[in-house]
T-cell receptor, first 109, second 115 residues
Framework: GQQVMQIPQYQHVQEGEDFTTYCNSSTTLSNIQWYKQRPGGHPVFLIQLVKSGEVKKQKRLTFQFGEAKKNSSLHITATQTTDVGTYFCAGGNDYKLSFGAGTTVTVRA | GAVVSQHPSRVICKSGTSVKIECRSLDFQATTMFWYRQFPKQSLMLMATSNEGSKATYEQGVEKDKFLINHASLTLSTLTVTSAHPEDSSFYIC???????????FGPGTRLTVL
């Protein structure tokens, strides 16, 4: 079955620095979605990418979908304490989502 | 974004009892809802796909007689954990799919503790 790998598992970032989390699928995806889960909370939808090579931005967050539609990345610039949480990518096919393991982000003030 | 509610948010029960969890889409009709399970510091594991008016589709390794799913209306799906045991303790999260899209909106989750 479809597998989605996500790295790194943990990201400790100095406030103000940038970081990137990467997602790779074993199969071609129809779309990729990104979610953020705060500690003790539930996943919150951030964005969906559908087109090959698509790039979308949300303020300090930049999402990219690879040309082959098998990988994706989330880049956060100028990290803030509000960015703390776990970021999950989820590969979409046939209306089902396969979640990556998540990248848990902590921020040093 | 779309709103999905889940009830109860937290439940503690004795081993051997059954627990019902409700998932509702509040401002849209969801023909498809999903049930996930999440262990501490782990990812979401899809348990089953709930389709309105038909039987749920369970993922490999998930016991359908243990986790009963009913999707009786376009806004409500229920998950019943039957004869719960301590190993069933987990965070159960439902999601509802926006029709004609792949986007899922998640409920706030239910933390089940079986004593």
């Amino acid at each position: 079955g479809q597998q989605v790998m996500q790295i790194p598992q943990y990201q400790h970032v100095q406030e103000g620095e940038d970081f990137t989390t990467y997602c790779n699928s074993s199969t071609t995806l129809s779309n990729i979605q990104w979610y953020k889960q705060r500690p003790g909370g539930h996943p919150v939808f951030l964005i969906q990418l559908v087109k090959s090579g698509e790039v979308k931005k949300q303020k300090r967050l930049t999402f990219q979908f690879g040309e082959a539609k098998k990988n994706s990345s989330l880049h956060i610039t100028a990290t803030q304490t509000t960015d703390v949480g776990t970021y999950f990518c989820a590969g979409g096919n046939d209306y089902k989502l396969s979640f990556g393991a998540g990248t848990t982000v902590t921020v040093r003030a | 974004g779309a709103v999905v509610s889940q009830h109860p948010s937290r439940v503690i029960c004795k081993s051997g009892t059954s627990v019902k969890i409700e998932c509702r889409s509040l401002d849209f009709q969801a023909t498809t809802m999903f049930w996930y399970r999440q262990f501490p510091k782990q990812s979401l594991m899809l348990m089953a796909t709930s389709n309105e008016g038909s039987k749920a589709t369970y993922e490999q390794g998930v016991e359908k007689d243990k986790f009963l799913i009913n999707h009786a209306s376009l806004t409500l799906s229920t998950l019943t954990v039957t004869s719960a045991h301590p190993e069933d303790s987990s965070f159960y999260i439902c999601s509802a799919r926006i029709p004609s899209t792949d986007t899922q909106y998640f409920g706030p989750g239910t933390r089940l503790t079986v004593l």
